[in-house]
Structures are given as C-alpha cells and as structure tokens.
C-alpha cells in the first residue's frame, strides 16, 4: 500500500495536554466531563481509572491516554488527554507523562486550596515547560472559597484568571477546554524528518501483550513498520497501531504529534521502558529523548502467605501482577519465622499497599506484610560501596566503615495554628527545616530535609491526627548522607528472628529495644519453659522481657506424706523444665507476627 504524504501538518490541529492536581481535587472527574463534551462513549463515572482500587481511593496510579475529537470554531482538532499518576510514589511516570504535552490544566479544590502536592505538580509542569492554564473546581459546593484560592494561585504562582469549574456538573468546563485549543501550543517535531518515537506508558493485553503508548514527535509510523529500542536494542515489527478512545480504534498509520497505541509484540512489560526513544531501524538511529531513567525501588518489604499451603498460588499471583507493572522487583526470600514468602522493592508506601489490596483482593489471598524498610548504602573499608536492600544481608560489622541512608524533601501543607507542634515533631523525626511558606491567615507550608525511613511508616497518620485531618503530605527522593545507623536484631532464647531484623539511627536504638521487647513479651503466648525476649544493636544486647514458664503443679495428687516425697517431686520438674529450655524453641507464628506489624 502507497502512503503519500500531505502537503499540511497535522500538528496544527492537535493539543496534547494533561490535568495536574492534588489527590482528590477532581482531575479524573474533570476529565469524564471532556470526555462527554467531545462525545467521547462514557459509561461510568472515573473512566481512566481503570482499577477499583483507583476508583475507591480517587487516584490514579497509571498513566492513561485518550484521543478526543473536538470542533472548534468550524475546524476539527485532535485532544489526547494525558491522564497522569496521581501520588509521589509514581513521579517518575508523571514527569515522563508530562514530556508527551504541551499544555496543562492545574486544577484546585475550591474547598480546600493550594496543598501539598499542588505544589510539586506545579512546579514539575513548569520544569517541563508545559503552558500551564489554572482552574478552580467545585466552586458549587456549599463551603467553597474560589476568591480566596485565585488570590493563593496568583500569590503563590503568579497565575491569574483561573478558570472557575464544576467537574460535577459541568459547570464551566466547556470554556476550559475552548482555552486548551487557544493557548496550548501544537506538537514539537518535524515531519519530514526520520521517524522517531516517545514511550510514555505501556500495559499488559492477554490476548495482545504489551500495549505501548508512543507520542510521535518526528516522521510518521505504519503497520509492519520495524521498530528499535533505542536503550534494549530490541528490534519489532509494528503488529497493530492507532488511537485510544476508551476502545482501540485501529489505523493504518500514526502522524506526526498524534499519540497512540502500538502493538509491538512485547510480551512483558520490562521490556518497554519508560521514557525509551524508538526509530526505524531502516532510517538508522536517531538523537535520544533526554531525561531517560530506569525507577527506583526505595521501599522494600517481606510478602510471606500467612497460610503456608498458599505458598504456590501466591507466587503465581504476584507473576500475573508483574505483567502489569513492571516496577515491582521480587526475589525469593526465606524466613524462619513465615516460612518460605518473597523480599519485594516498591516505588513507595501507597505502591506497597496497591500491590497488598491487589492480591488480597483479586487472588483471595491473606498476606503478611513485614514492616517497610528503605535501601542503605553500606561503605566497605575497601572502598567499595553497596546497596543494602536486606538487612539480614549485611556483610560482617568489622568490614563496614560506615553507611549512608536516603534522605527525602518534604513539603507538608497544613493549619498555622499547628505549626509549633509539626516543627517539633519533624526535628524529632531528624528533619531539617529549609523552608517556611506563609500562604495565608490560617493555612502554611513547611518544607524539610529528613530520612526517608522515618516517613514511611506512621508519620502521614500522624501529622494527620495532629491537625485533626487537615495536614497534607507530598515528598521526593534526594540524596544519600552518613548517618550513625546499626543493625537491630531480636532473639527467642537466643535465636534470631530474621523478619525483625532493621537498620535503626543509633540514638533510637534503646527505645525501639525496649519497645520490641515489651510488645512481644504481651503478644506471645506463654510456654511449659522461660522464654528471654532481647533486642540486640551490633551485636550488644540493649533491651529483654521473660516470659516465665508454665508452672504445672506436681503435687496436687499428693495427699499428706511427708515432706520428701514433695521436694522430689518438684526438683524433677526443675531439672525437666532447665533440660526443655535447652531444647525447646519458640516459635512466632503468623497471628503474632501480624498482631505485632499492626501495634
């Protein structure tokens, strides 16, 4: 088949853009109305959130694409809505995401104003250099403020004439997207040039395999095409290609600045790389989309079933979830504790859970979930330097000469009346302030400098529960710095018990010990011999709780007699319980271990 080309650019009439917002502030409900105003097939509410767990929660965790048809001022125009990831855990999907627009809609809760991650959006958006058009939702709920938060954008942002919406209804929203077409720019790229191509997002087909989607910057693509990975060096033939509209609407070709599906017969998704360049192999190689990086894991867990029969179904359940998302790492992992389970690397906290609620949910599977922890560096006296992702996988203590911890920036939005109580609390969490922003009268920002470990576990439920719900949380990763860290084991009767193995800062290590201690010492059930609890850092024992024995008595079927038949008797049931507490060992089953997760 003969494809000419046209003598005019598509890219005049197509507005790649993308609705930024903090959680919860109505981005996937505003693009529900965009997608009825363009006639778009709609037949739920929160179409792009594909998951129930993204449709319950209000967020979105994948990135998704449609292709709208708009008319405008009696001339046809191409939309793809970019529908990006809504939480910290997935930035690094928003900022590739971001590099397929042109245009952003920054939209606000009229409710609730500028939060937290309002302001990381922003500033991701501007960084891109997309052109950012501000909008205010829910401006018909009976507590709305839409003055108050247009005088927050034009203070903070120096954005003004925000457009006033309500997502719900529909109020306003056709006037935005009308603004799309006016001031968002066409597609960057050169026709006549070789092809080449952005992979933004992918997902998992069972009949297809992996689903790409490809902004085309340069050139144009068609079926049978071969395609080349510019980072695997993977070669493949284009099986099917077109646009998203909800449903795969097949094409024979894609143009310069559209964005579309391609089917390339990729049959996991590791293979297809974010933020990857592809060209055709015929025309050669071709400069690389910059920016291009592989994400990081930088929470790692234990997934043990809590039913050791469940062994084999988990593992085929977590291989059907790797599939879809090709973030998740997973090793096998051994525990004398849970038995046989796995050691998993997740981009963050809400990931973690994601994955739990997933499995649990769609497998009926019941997990245990060890406490998060974060991935160390450990110095050598060699020189060398390692990644620790397993604590139990340290090398010997005298080989370290020291280790470094990940340190994040967080931005917590919250009411000025707190602000005494949440500097004192994050310094106790070993944060830095860097930064105090005034946004108004009753609300303000705070910005610091603090490990990543002491995020991830209860501090978001507890500077919630400081402001009585109206803290707000956004945080990214940054460097790694020394830190005097050490190894925190416990032991039963002087066995280790490696699912409690942690890196803990030195100066906490005597209050997590005791804690330790103290918690198992109550949810351990008692035993016919003593049982020593101890918490041990470096190697030193720090902390220890005993469980005393059952005391059965001997001597109830003794009626009178004299005294020396009870002594026998007795010192037989020492020397038994001193000979079973050389033998016996205690074991923490799955309920334990649970109940002391969850305290």
């Known amino acids: 088949m003969l494809f000419l080309r046209r003598s005019f650019s598509y890219r005049d009439y197509i507005r ?7 959680i919860d502030h109505g981005k996937s409900t505003l693009a529900d109305r965009f997608l009825e105003l363009t006639g778009t097939k709609l037949n739920k509410s929160q179409v792009l959130d594909k998951l129930a767990v993204e449709r319950e929660r209000g967020i979105t965790v994948r990135a998704q694409s449609v292709t709208m048809d708009y008319a405008y001022n009696n001339q046809k125009y191409l939309l793809n809505l970019i529908d990006t990831p809504g939480h910290v855990d997935f930035s690094y999907e928003v900022s590739r995401s971001l590099k397929a627009c042109q245009g952003a809609i920054l939209l606000v809760d009229a409710t609730s104003g500028i939060q937290a991650q309002t302001y990381s959006t922003y500033f991701q958006a501007k ?7 501000p909008a205010i939702n829910k401006i018909d709920h009976p507590t709305a403020m839409p003055e108050h938060v247009a005088d927050q954008l034009k203070s903070q942002f120096g954005l003004e004439n925000p457009y006033f919406v309500s997502a719900a209804t529909g109020k306003g929203v056709q006037l935005l997207l009308n603004r799309v077409i006016d001031v968002v720019p066409r597609p960057l790229g050169v026709d006549d040039k070789p092809f080449r191509g952005f992979l933004f997002d992918s997902w998992f087909d069972k009949h297809k395999g992996v689903v790409c989607l490809l902004e085309i910057v340069d050139g144009f693509i068609k079926k049978g095409d071969i395609l080349k990975s510019f980072h695997t060096k993977k070669e493949y033939e284009i099986e099917e290609l077109g646009f998203y509209r909800l449903e795969l609407e097949y094409r024979n070709s894609l143009e310069g600045g559209q964005v579309g599906f391609v089917v390339l017969g990729m049959k ?9 360049t592809f060209y055709r192999v015929k025309e ?26 469940e062994y084999d179904e988990l593992s085929l359940a977590i291989k059907k979830y790797q599939l879809e998302d090709r973030s998740l790492i997973v090793q096998k992992d051994q525990s004398t504790a849970l038995g ?81 109580d949440m500097i004192k609390y994050c310094m106790k969490k070993r944060g830095l ?11 303000t920002i705070v910005k610091f400098l603090m490990p990543l470990s002491e995020i991830i576990t209860d501090f978001y439920s507890t500077i919630k529960s400081m402001t009585k719900g109206m803290a707000t949380l956004d945080y990214e990763h940054t460097e790694y710095i020394e830190s005097p860290l050490g190894i925190m084991t416990l032991l ?78 007795l010192d037989k049931q020492k020397k038994g319980k001193k000979r079973m507490k050389m033998i016996g060992n205690v074991r923490v089953d799955s309920g334990t271990f649970r109940k002391l997760l969850k305290s």
Not at 127 to 133: D, P, Q, R, S, Y
Not at 340 to 349: D, I, K, S, V
Not at 514 to 522: F, G, S
Request: charged share 30%; glycine share 8%.
């Open 127 to 133: 960084e891109a250099g997309l052109h950012i058009i």
């Open 340 to 420: 046989n389970g796995y050691r998993c690397g997740f981009l963050g906290l809400l990931h973690m859970d994601i994955f739990q609620e997933r499995i649990e949910r769609e497998h009926d599977i019941n997990m245990i979930v060890t406490s998060p922890s974060v991935p160390y560096k450990a110095v050598l006296k060699t020189g060398e330097e390692i990644t620790v992702e397993n604590p139990n996988e340290l090398p010997e203590k005298f080989k370290i000469k020291a280790y470094l911890e990940p340190m994040a920036r967080v931005t917590i939005f919250l009411p000025s009346e707190n602000i005494g």
């Open 16 to 22: 790649n853009f993308c609705i930024i917002a903090h």
């Open 268 to 276: 996991e998704t590791s293979e297809a790389l974010i933020g990857d």
């Open 492 to 569: 039963l009767n002087g066995e280790k018990v490696d699912a409690l193995t942690s890196m803990v800062p030195r100066e906490q290590a005597y209050d997590r010990g005791r804690v330790l201690t103290e918690k198992l010492k109550d949810l351990l059930p008692g035993q016919l011999f003593e049982v020593a609890i101890q918490a041990a850092f470096n190697g030193k024992v720090i902390a220890r709780e005993t469980i005393k024995a059952y005391r059965k008595d001997v001597t109830a079927k003794l009626y009178g007699g004299d005294q020396t038949r009870r002594d026998k008797l």
């Open 284 to 309: 050669g190689p071709v400069e690389e989309f910059p920016g291009f990086k592989q994400s990081k894991c930088m929470v790692y867990a234990g997934v043990f079933p809590e039913d050791s029969e």
């Open 433 to 443: 302030q860097e930064e105090m922003i005034i946004l108004d009268e009753k609300s």
